[in-house]
Every structure is written in structure tokens, then in C-alpha cells.
């Protein structure tokens, strides 16, 4: 059984940072392609960023986000600097039975339950 447990969120100002981590259990994240995405209050979900042999980000995040895995921990990192309001929602950790790289909701078989980002002053 697939399971994949974020943590790491929480409330934090603008410009500020957060570290989130996505545990997987029943997939190895070294062989899959591992992503995150976001879905804040009364929007669609959308792509963060993904990773496999490579890393691919949302334009939104690039410079600021830094997704990286823990073979030996099985698990997902989504560094998060210099935050802004606009970023504040609920974060999924996701993973594909694949190492393809993509950015498309539909291509991933696993979801992790979120863990809210809330930025405010």
C-alpha cells in the first residue's frame, strides 16, 4: 500500500521560509518521479515542482522553490524561500509509477493528504 505523509507547513510572513517533506512508504522516490503541487481556496490545483533523473518548476516558483529527495530516507523536500501571499495553500506531495518527468495533475497515481502554507503578515 502507497502511502505518502507531508508535514512541514504552517504560517509564516512574507519573505520568509518553510521546508516541506513528503515520507513515502510502498513507492521508492529514487525511482520515481516525485512532484508537488498546490491548491489554494476556491482554485484549481496546480503544478509546484517535480523530480526525477531532472527538476522541473512552475514558472510562479522558480528561484524560490527547491525540490529534492533523501534516497535513504525515502522521502521529498520542497524548500520554500522568499514567500509571498500568493503562495499560501494547501500543498500535495505526489508520486507517478514512473520516472517520467510532468507537470500534469492526471499523470500521477498517488496523493499525499496536504499540509497548509499560510503566508501573512
Known amino acids: 500500500q502507497v502511502q505518502l505523509v507531508e508535514s512541514g507547513g504552517g504560517m509564516v510572513q512574507p519573505g520568509g521560509s518553510l521546508r516541506l517533506s513528503c515520507a513515502a512508504s510502498?513507492?521508492?522516490?529514487?525511482?520515481?518521479?516525485m512532484g508537488w503541487f498546490r491548491q489554494a481556496p476556491g482554485k484549481e490545483r496546480k503544478f509546484v515542482a517535480a523530480i526525477s533523473w531532472n527538476t522541473i518548476y512552475a514558472d510562479s516558483v522558480k528561484g524560490r522553490f527547491t525540490i529534492s529527495r533523501d534516497n535513504a530516507k525515502n522521502t521529498v523536500y520542497l524548500q520554500m524561500n522568499s514567500l509571498k501571499p500568493e503562495d499560501t495553500a494547501v500543498y500535495y506531495c505526489?508520486?507517478?509509477?514512473?520516472?517520467?518527468?510532468?507537470?500534469?495533475?492526471?499523470?500521477?497515481?498517488?496523493w499525499g493528504q496536504g499540509t497548509q502554507v499560510t503566508v501573512s503578515s
Open positions: 505526489a508520486a507517478r509509477s514512473s520516472s517520467g518527468l510532468s507537470s500534469m495533475i492526471g499523470d500521477y497515481d498517488y
Open positions: 510502498g513507492r521508492t522516490v529514487s525511482s520515481d518521479a
